[in-house]
T-cell receptor, first 114, second 112 residues
Framework: DTAVSQTPKYLVTQMGNDKSIKCEQN?????MYWYKQDSKKFLKIMFS???????INETVPNRFSPKSPDKAHLNLHINSLELGDSAVYFC?????????????FGDGTRLSIL | GESVGLHLPTLSVQEGDNSIINCAYS??????FIWYKQESGKGPQFIID?????DKRQGQRVTVLLNKTVKHLSLQIAATQPGDSAVYFC???????????FGPGTRLSVLP
């Protein structure tokens, strides 16, 4: 009965490769997010989608492309991976678009670039 | 005690004592605040929230205090237990459609 689930949990790959991370939520929420957490535990939003539409796109390189096939899924595709992309990526969802409801987070995908 | 430096700030408390974790938020227009707990290998987990029209809110063993004058938020944990050991984040939001901005986090370490 996991609320927000991400796959894979660990991703180890080489520089230059393309990889995807999948996220699904079964809470019936309208809004989903991707966050990046660096080695110092700093959490920064990357994207948010409301009902499959992009709302927030922070200054993220265009090598990162989110895709939302329906409001329960928000996947993250990363092209030409770089060493600096190593981090933990968290998917989250909320009932409403920011500012009014808490977000529910998945357990993260730890991405390591060799 | 609390240490702040290049590493994640750490607060060490004795089991059974009360803990107070502090957060200075950045924007005076922020009107919604959340405290999250992040255990090792897990995502942030909602603890308690507060809106700007309140200055105190209580949950089970936790209390959040909001001081808008000095843009300060605190989380008080009563009778701290080993299971409370985690990194705690505050997050602020300026309203509908806006990002949540997370604080840098504080590691709470509960000593036996």
């Amino acid at each position: 009965d996991t609320a927000v689930s991400q796959t894979p949990k660990y991703l180890v790959t080489q520089m230059g490769n393309d990889k995807s991370i999948k996220c699904e939520q079964n809470l019936g929420h309208d809004t989903m997010y991707w966050y990046k957490q660096d080695s110092k535990k700093f959490l920064k939003i990357m994207f948010s989608y409301n009902n499959k539409e992009l709302i927030i796109n922070e200054t993220v390189p265009n090598r990162f492309s989110p895709k939302s096939p329906d409001k329960a899924h928000l996947n993250l595709h990363i092209n030409s991976l770089e060493l600096g992309d190593s981090a933990v990526y968290f998917c989250a969802s909320s009932q409403a678009t920011g500012g009014t409801q808490p977000q529910h987070f998945g357990d993260g995908t730890r991405l390591s670039i060799l | 005690g609390e240490s702040v430096g290049l590493h994640l700030p750490t607060l060490s408390v004795q089991e059974g004592d009360n803990s107070i974790i502090n957060c200075a938020y950045s924007n005076s227009a922020s009107d919604y605040f959340i405290w999250y707990k992040q255990e090792s290998g897990k995502g942030p987990q909602f603890i308690i929230d507060i809106r700007s029209n309140m200055d105190k809110r209580q949950g089970q063993r936790v209390t959040v205090l909001l001081n808008k004058t000095v843009k300060h938020l605190s989380l008080q944990i009563a009778a701290t237990q080993p299971g409370d050991s985690a990194v705690y984040f505050c997050a602020e939001n300026m309203g509908y459609g806006q990002n949540f901005v997370f604080g840098p986090g504080t590691r709470l370490s509960v000593l036996p």
